[in-house]
């Protein structure tokens, strides 16, 4: 299956950011797969990260004046997040 | 989170009030002006990127499925994980001074990994087990509750020929938008039927399927209730069958880790949630005999994620890390590239599985 995956989701994003013709954006993300290897790639097209959910700090060190994380303040201790 | 805050200097956290944040939590609709005030404020102090103009409306490239809306400094909303409404509460706010982009397709979020599972041989080495126990025969009718993407009611529906009338239920109508092109995808839409609904209120008469099953959906519903429905819904001497996640298990992380650590990151319960009143673990059993089931058949099954299920491997992988030391983190990593250069690593995730019969 993950075959059919040959593109790396940050190219996949960078390919649609042109296609958008867009240098840079804001983005507001969920998922660590969805957005880590953007912000070690591509950390110049993300003005901003917004990340709901728990997350490893160490993926967006230095992106950390950029970013805004959202989590619960009960529960269990944030993961990156539940299970599918 | 807070640990974690503290290492970044100028990051913000916000915490949501009185809300336990799970991967499938609807947060965009059950905290719509608390985490659309925190947004807004937070872009309104961040350098904007250009503003552009796009024409609203949308499209696909590279796999990734767009919609525009709004007008403004760009804002990329990717996937919200499990929510069902995604970002949609918020996006009429946010595109009020935002160009919104909202992002979808299988290469992202949980679709990516549910896809990757699904199609993982450990995996369907459990649920084929799962089925084998039902002992389907042809032409009977199956429901899947919670399809999400209906990878596994396309597996069915490929492997059987068609043979079976087969209906997906999920409560999550982004889920089954997605489940509805891959399935077009694949040429399988005429073999499928994908309903939103319930779990715990299913949206279909009584004694209506030969088989009905569930796959790691019951940790996230009113587990009673769902399986009360199941029962409902399921014709008298049809079968009722239910995999788990077994936060009562070990994992196992096939790496050459210390001892200490191994224990942190294979511990029960290292990798998932569960809500309040979902179900997790072995009360699976008893739960299925309350519920009226007989002849309750339990399987416990472990199937095994490699790198031939990259996406669902780095996802499992990932969820301890937040909680490991930086000396921790940095032995793990060495573990697992050790494990990865002598290509034996892999990782196992604990399942609870049942099948039961509906009493005449």
């Known amino acids: 299956m993950d075959a059919e995956i040959a593109l790396s989701t940050e190219e996949r994003i960078r390919q649609l950011l042109r296609h958008l013709g867009l240098d840079q954006a804001h983005f507001a993300c969920r998922s660590a797969r969805d957005w880590s290897g953007l912000a070690t790639a591509y950390p110049e097209v993300v003005s901003s990260l917004t990340l709901i959910g728990g997350f490893d700090p160490r993926a967006v060190e230095h992106l950390s004046g950029k970013l805004l994380a959202v989590t619960g303040d009960r529960g269990q201790s944030p993961r990156q997040c539940a299970m599918p | 989170m807070r640990n974690a805050i503290n290492r970044l200097p100028g990051a913000q956290l916000v915490a949501l009030r009185d809300y336990d944040l799970q991967g499938w939590s609807d947060a965009a609709a059950e905290r719509t002006d608390e985490l659309g005030t925190a947004m807004l404020q937070f872009l309104g102090r961040m350098a904007a990127p250009t503003s552009i103009a796009l024409r609203g409306g949308e499209g696909e ?91 596994l009611d396309r597996w069915l ?117 569960v809500a309040v009143q979902g179900c997790a673990d072995a009360s699976l059993y008893r739960r299925m005999r309350r519920a009226g089931l007989t002849r309750v058949k339990m399987l416990p099954q472990v199937p095994a994620f490699d790198l031939d299920d990259l996406t669902m491997l780095e996802f499992m992988q990932d969820q301890p890390l937040p909680k490991l030391s930086e000396g921790e983190a940095n032995e793990w990593h060495a573990a697992r590239a050790q494990a990865e250069a002598e290509g034996t690593f892999f990782m196992t995730f604990p399942h609870h599985c049942a099948v039961g019969t509906k009493a005449l």
């Open chain 2, 61 to 151: 490239v590279a796999g990734i499925t767009y919609r525009v809306r709004g007008t403004g400094p760009p804002l990329v909303l990717l996937p919200m994980f499990l929510a069902p409404s995604q970002w949609e509460p918020l996006v009429p706010r946010l595109s009020e001074q935002y160009c919104t982009i909202t992002l979808g397709g299988a290469a992202l979020g949980a679709v990516a990994i549910l896809e990757s599972r699904g199609h993982a041989v450990g995996y369907l080495q459990m649920v084929r087990t799962l089925l084998e126990e039902t002992q389907l025969r042809r032409g009977e009718a199956v429901l899947e509750v919670g399809c999400g993407t209906g990878v």
């Open chain 2, 157 to 273: 529906a490929r492997r059987t020929g068609g043979a079976h009338p087969i209906t997906g239920v999920d409560i999550n109508p982004y889920l089954l938008q997605e489940a509805g092109a891959l399935a077009r995808r694949d040429g399988l839409e005429g073999a499928i039927e994908f309903r939103e609904g319930n779990a715990e209120r299913l949206p279909f008469a009584d004694s209506s399927f030969d088989v009905t099953m569930s796959v790691t959906v019951i940790e996230e519903a009113d587990a009673d209730r769902m399986l009360a429905e199941m029962v409902r819904v399921t014709k008298p001497e049809g079968r009722v069958a239910v995999v788990a996640r077994a936060m009562d298990m070990p994992f196992l992380m096939n790496a050459p880790l210390p001892t200490a650590l191994k224990t942190k990151v294979e511990a029960p319960g290292a990798v998932g949630g």
